[in-house]
């Protein structure tokens, strides 16, 4: 069962609902911890503090930390100066202001965080989160979690509230930054009618359930297989070759080709299973 990061409550205006905060993520499925060893040996290699200056190694009482604001000159702080820093922990979500969802660049959200309601605001939990759904609104909050203050929007989701953590404005790069086509560029109107076919033959419904991450379980085989001596080849999957695009009409058109007949297969695979489960439930 999970638990709470903290107990706290939703702050907007003169109202307070009491909920507990709980992480809506969990770690990556590959997220499996390697330890760097010596080939020779197989022992742990260590990584130890050494003074360049003085070529030896310190104790870890004589580390500080520093930032270099200009070539070869620093500025150095402890650890208990830096921890000043740290914002109160007030455990609460402080909504400053509310807008509308379209306003905000989907590239601002970052981690989304569930928000339970204790059984006392279950009522005023339900009127935020069904006024917010009805009025196509988020709210706009400060939280502070792990010793930092966040940015963070507070977002109906099905029966829930989520809080989802955003990036801050100098955070994100500058789309000026780079070269992209200028927005009403001209594109021939023949290339857009069959590009917007092939959008329609490779729309279909998102299931996310269907994705899966196997990059875990191929790891672990390999594990496996090397833990009883044996080796596993390594077959990558081989990138598409580069080809000059001369015609891209023509692209289209047997990508349009390639797409009906790949939904073809899929949908005869489909059925084939559906056959084999129902003969698999008469034999039963």
Same mark, same amino acid.
């Given at each position: +069962?999970?638990?709470?990061?903290?107990?706290? #409550?939703?702050?907007?205006?003169?109202?307070?609902? %009491?909920?507990?905060?709980?992480?809506?993520?969990?770690?990556?499925?590959?997220? /499996?911890?390697?330890?760097?060893?010596?080939?020779?040996? !197989?022992?742990?290699?260590?990584?130890?503090?050494?003074?360049?200056? &003085?070529?030896?190694?310190?104790?870890?009482?004589?580390?500080?930390?520093?930032?270099?604001?200009?070539?070869?000159?620093?500025?150095?702080?402890? !650890? @208990?100066?830096?921890?000043? $820093?740290?914002?109160?922990?007030?455990?609460?979500? !402080?909504?400053?202001?509310?807008?509308?969802?379209?306003?905000?660049?989907?590239?601002?959200?970052?981690? %989304?965080?569930?928000?339970?309601?204790?059984?006392?605001?279950?009522?005023?939990?339900?009127?935020?989160?069904?006024?917010?759904?009805?009025?196509?609104?988020?709210?706009?909050?400060?939280?502070?979690?792990?010793?930092?203050?966040?940015?963070?929007? =507070?977002?109906?989701?099905?029966?829930?509230?989520?809080?989802? /953590? +955003?990036?801050?404005?100098?955070?994100?790069?500058?789309?000026?930054?780079?070269?992209? %086509? %200028?927005?009403?560029? &001209?594109?021939?109107?023949?290339? +857009?009618? =069959?590009?917007?076919? $092939?959008?329609?033959?490779?729309?279909? *419904?998102?299931?996310?359930?269907?994705?899966?991450?196997?990059?875990?379980?191929?790891? $672990? #085989?390999?594990?496996?297989?090397?833990?009883?001596?044996?080796?596993?080849?390594?077959?990558?999957?081989?990138?598409?070759?580069?080809?000059?695009?001369?015609?891209? +009409?023509?692209? $289209?058109?047997?990508?349009?080709? *390639?797409?009906?007949?790949?939904?073809? @297969?899929?949908?005869?695979?489909?059925?084939?299973?559906?056959?084999?489960?129902?003969?698999?439930?008469?034999?039963?």
């Amino acid at each position: +069962m999970a638990h709470a990061i903290w107990s706290g #409550a939703i702050n907007f205006g003169l109202v307070t609902i %009491p909920v507990k905060l709980f992480t809506a993520v969990r770690s990556s499925s590959s997220d /499996l911890s390697f330890n760097f060893i010596h080939k020779k040996d !197989d022992s742990r290699i260590r990584y130890r503090t050494f003074c360049e200056r &003085e070529d030896k190694e310190v104790p870890r009482s004589e580390i500080v930390r520093g930032y270099e604001y200009e070539k070869g000159e620093w500025v150095t702080f402890t !650890d @208990e100066e830096l921890k000043r $820093l740290d914002a109160e922990n007030t455990q609460s979500v !402080d909504i400053v202001q509310f807008c509308d969802l379209d306003e905000i660049n989907p590239m601002f959200f970052d981690t %989304p965080y569930y928000l339970e309601p204790e059984k006392k605001g279950s009522h005023a939990y339900a009127l935020l989160r069904d006024a917010l759904r009805a009025a196509n609104k988020v709210g706009i909050a400060k939280v502070v979690l792990r010793n930092r203050e966040h940015l963070a929007a =507070v977002k109906p989701n099905g029966d829930a509230l989520v809080l989802e /953590l +955003m990036h801050f404005n100098e955070e994100l790069v500058e789309q000026s930054e780079f070269a992209f %086509p %200028p927005l009403k560029a &001209e594109i021939p109107a023949g290339e +857009m009618k =069959v590009a917007k076919l $092939l959008i329609d033959t490779m729309t279909s *419904e998102f299931k996310p359930e269907v994705f899966e991450d196997t990059y875990r379980e191929k790891l $672990l #085989a390999l594990v496996e297989a090397r833990a009883k001596g044996k080796s596993i080849p390594a077959a990558r999957a081989k990138a598409p070759e580069a080809t000059n695009v001369v015609n891209l +009409m023509d692209v $289209l058109q047997r990508s349009i080709e *390639e797409s009906k007949k790949g939904r073809g @297969e899929s949908t005869g695979a489909r059925k084939k299973s559906s056959a084999k489960k129902t003969r698999k439930r008469s034999a039963a």
